[in-house]
């Protein structure tokens, strides 16, 4: 899987499960990353595929962003 574009946090360990639900396709799982930047991720069969992804929240300078802890 790949990284996030805003601070290079793997994307296969996303830090807070938002929300889940389901729907025709499978499960629309909501992530937010450790940058803070929401993911829409929807689960079909064991294959994740992300489909949409929010930037971070301009709280947090960018070089802070990047050092968060794993």
Do not use: F, N
Not at 29 to 53: D, M, P
Request: proline content about 9%; glycine content about 12%; charged content about 25%.
């Amino acid at each position: 899987m790949s990284d996030c574009p805003y601070c290079g946090w793997p994307d296969d360990e996303p830090v807070q499960g938002v929300s889940r639900h389901p729907t025709a396709e499978g499960v629309l799982a909501w992530t937010r990353c450790a940058c803070g930047s929401l993911q829409a991720r929807v689960l079909t069969g064991g294959t994740v595929r992300i489909v949409t992804r929010g930037k971070p929240a301009d709280g947090r300078p960018q070089d802070e962003r990047r050092g968060a802890a794993r």
